[in-house]
């Protein structure tokens, strides 16, 4: 039963994506931010406890990755769809991970392997993304005019920075992998 904590908690944190795109696409940010930031809890402790109890199973390796993509892509969409950022920049988030599938898909499918574990540069972008949707919803909530516009630019452009490289750095990881001699002989 205790073991079952670190998954619950990730399904909570996928329970609460709704609200949270809710109050993004209605601009209330202060209650976005409060489930944003209630979302990165529930995301660290699973973490923490699935390690601390040796809880770590198969369901909850899959869904949490899972539930953060949902509720960062969400969250980009969001932002885009009321042209509060460039449609642009969520088409380049989108499409970072939708490259990430494909590779996936095509490994999965045509070749033995069958663990795909994210880069620093992934990783990296991912936070750098979090930080992104923060100064986003911040500006929406505590700045104003050319302060906001600055903030937001800045993150913005560290985003599409961080993006671009880790797409970049996937497609060489990927391509490094499916060449690989050992691949080559295990098929």
Known sequence: ???????????LRLVLVPFAL???WFREYDAALLLCAFAGITDALDGFL?????A?????????????????SGTYLVFGMNRV????????????DLLILLFAAFAFLFTPLREFHPTVWGKVSTIVQVCGALAVLLAGLVLTGTTASVFVAIA????????TWSAIHYVFVGVKMIRSPGLRTAN
Not at 1 to 11: D, F, G, H, S
Not at 50 to 54: D, E, F, G, P, V
């Open 56 to 72: 770590r199973t198969r369901f909850g390796a899959y869904l949490d990755p899972v539930a953060d993509k949902i509720l960062l």
């Open 156 to 163: 913005l452009g560290a985003v599409v920075v961080a993006t």
């Open 22 to 24: 809710r109050a993004i």
């Open 50 to 54: 699935a390690r601390r109890l040796h």
């Open 1 to 11: 039963m205790i073991r079952q904590i670190p998954n619950a908690l990730t399904v």
């Open 85 to 96: 950022i460039p449609l642009w920049i969520t088409g380049l988030v989108f499409g970072r």
